[in-house]
């Protein structure tokens, strides 16, 4: 194997001299003589990825040079983490050194005993932060995204896995963008359940369309308690994979256009006893387009109570759903341009829902 220099490595201590480890652990790297420290990022301090007692860790990132091979390079790892004092422990204990290796030049390994790029590198920010500040535009050989994209998804937030629970996708957008399209073509590709909403039998909303402004209270509701009887998790299964045609918050978003002042308070009191309830997502795809295209998809499906859809309403869901994704933090987001994508193309669906499946 010839010199390999876009070898990106994750360092991380929270037990003991936490700076100290990390520095010497670079510093054993670059003694050996098959290694090149090229690039090294400044320290970020991160609670602990679970909700475990543990102090707070240490993080940076590395870059190299090499002429090892990857699983040379790990048993290198490995000895310097020895060295430094680090023994056997569980999955999610304290360590005094933990050494990753997340991209390996765009090999991509997968083994027992090594996977590269790292498993869950993507939905880490104490991993993507410090990677940054070295490796910006970095591809992920396999999702094909930078470094900087892929950490933007987070929102400065960590995640992982959970088998034990319902993988919930939730795809967002403003009326007419396309989410219902996007979430059968998912429903299909993944053999999964459909979480949708159930416009055709709420009785209010084409009086809230015509202006009678009485019925909103009731439709908002309406909308809420179904959402809520969706997401309900004594009604979903662990391991299964669902895909919704909205994000929860979007009734709460919906009430705040609809609803009078007083009515809003009403309904935020039901929402915020339900909200605490109801399952979280695993991801959320946000769907953006501008309001023309958004409109004439509107009228080309032809909905009696949308034949009248006032713009105002869609530039305030926009608005609203631009806010509501700035300040995420419940999952990982992937923002989705509409003008490039149109999802009746089942080599699209098929190309997102690859990158979805790392995420859930």
Request: glycine share 4%; net charge negative; charged share 30%.
């Amino acid at each position: 194997m010839g010199r390999i220099d876009q070898v990106f490595i994750a360092l991380g201590s929270n037990l003991g001299d936490r700076e100290k480890n990390i520095n010497d652990a670079i510093c054993f790297l670059d003694a050996d003589p098959n290694i090149d420290i090229l690039d090294s990022s400044t320290f970020f301090e991160t609670k602990p990825l679970t909700l475990l007692a543990q102090p707070l860790y240490l993080n940076a990132a590395a870059r190299l040079s090499t002429t090892l091979n990857p699983y040379q390079l790990l048993a290198i790892c490995k000895q310097i983490e020895k060295k430094l004092g680090r023994r056997e422990k569980t999955h999610w204990d304290s360590r005094e050194i933990d050494i990753d290796i997340i991209f390996f030049g765009n090999t991509v390994v997968s083994s027992e005993n090594l996977t590269i790029p790292h498993l869950q590198m993507h939905l880490r920010s104490f991993v993507l932060e410090p990677l940054l500040e070295i490796a910006a535009d970095f591809e992920h050989p396999v999702l094909k995204r930078t470094v900087g994209e892929l950490r933007n998804r987070l929102n400065g937030e960590n995640f992982f896995v959970q088998p034990d629970k319902p993988k919930i996708v939730e795809i967002a957008g403003m009326i007419g963008v396309g989410k219902s399209t996007l979430a059968k073509g998912l429903c299909k590709y993944f053999e999964a359940n459909e979480l949708f909403e159930d416009y055709e039998n709420n009785p209010y909303i084409g009086g809230v369309y015509d202006g009678q402004s009485d019925l909103a209270i009731r439709s908002e509701l309406f909308f809420l308690n179904n959402a809520f009887e969706l997401l309900n998790p004594k009604k979903l299964s662990a391991n299964q994979s669902y895909i919704c045609d909205f994000v929860f918050e979007k009734t709460l978003i919906y009430a705040s256009y609809w609803l009078n002042e007083l009515d809003l308070e009403s309904f935020k009191k039901e929402y915020s006893r339900v909200s605490k309830l109801r399952e979280k997502p695993s991801l959320v795809i946000y769907l953006k387009d501008s309001i023309e295209n958004c409109l004439a998809r509107i009228k080309k499906r032809a909905r009696d109570f949308e034949c009248n859809l006032d713009r105002d309403l869609l530039e305030t869901l926009e608005r609203k759903y631009d806010l509501l994704f700035q300040n995420w933090q419940a999952s990982p987001v992937i923002r989705i341009d509409m003008k490039d994508a149109d999802f009746r193309d089942p080599a699209q669906v098929e190309k997102i829902a690859k990158e979805i499946e790392v995420y859930i």
